[in-house]
């Protein structure tokens, strides 16, 4: 890959990763602050549920700061464009559409359908 494609994913990924890391510390601000009384239990339902709904995002938020942080790792290692199965080379339009992946589309299709055929 060259380096232009390189810095291109570089920044879009540390861009993503700052917008992530932002928006975690002001789920966490807003769930601190907030001291809200409410004597209808409908409304304290209504409340709750947001709350999980916001933490289940945050959660997967999570999980995709990890995987960024290692694919940041892999640029630095030139690992980056690399299938970790059979070490050929990931498209840049795969990677433009999940900068994340480790793994070229024939190697990621036969893990699918792998799985699906074991009911994974």
């Known amino acids: 890959m060259d380096k232009k494609n390189i810095e291109y994913f570089k920044e879009l990924l ?3 990763l700052e917008d992530l890391l932002a928006q975690a510390d002001d789920t966490v601000s807003d769930m601190t602050a907030q001291k809200d009384n409410f ?11 947001d709350r999980n709904f916001m933490l289940r995002i ?16 892999r ?8 299938c970790e199965k059979c070490g050929g080379d990931i ?13 070229c589309i024939d190697c990621k299709t036969k893990e699918e359908s792998l799985e699906k055929a074991l009911g994974i």
């Not at 700061?65 to 694919?71: A, G, L, Q, R």
């Not at 640029?75 to 690399?82: A, L, S």
């Open 75 to 82: 640029i630095e290692n030139k690992d980056f464009g690399v």
């Open 58 to 73: 945050r959660d997967r938020e999570s999980k995709l700061i990890k995987k960024i942080k290692k694919t940041l790792e």
């Open 91 to 103: 498209s840049v339009n795969r990677l433009k559409a999940r900068p994340v992946t480790t793994q």
């Open 14 to 16: 540390t861009k993503r």
């Open 39 to 49: 004597p209808d239990p409908t409304d304290r339902a209504s409340l709750e549920a």
